[in-house]
C-alpha cells in the first residue's frame, strides 16, 4: 500500500510539473498573438491613412479620344 500511495505521488508531481509548463507555453503563445494583433491593427491603420492612388477609378477617368 505505501509503494502505491508514493507511485501517485511521483505521478501527481510530474502532472503538476507538465501542467506548468503548458500554462508557461499557452501565455508565451498569447503574448505572441497578441503582438502579432497589435501589428496587424498597426498595418492596417498606415494602410487606411495612404494617399488614394494617382490613378482615378474607371468611373471618373475620362474616355480616351477614339471613342
Do not use: C, F, G, W
Not at 5 to 16: A, K, Q, V
Not at 39 to 65: F, G, M, W
Request: aromatic share 2%.
Amino acid at each position: 500500500m505505501e509503494s502505491r500511495i508514493e507511485d501517485l505521488e511521483i505521478r501527481l508531481t510530474h502532472i503538476e510539473a507538465e501542467q506548468e509548463q503548458l500554462t508557461l507555453t499557452v501565455l508565451q503563445q498569447q503574448k505572441a498573438m497578441d503582438a502579432m494583433q497589435a501589428r496587424i491593427d498597426y498595418l492596417t491603420s498606415l494602410l487606411k491613412n495612404l494617399a488614394p492612388a494617382a490613378v482615378a477609378s474607371r468611373e471618373e477617368e475620362t474616355p480616351p479620344p477614339h471613342y
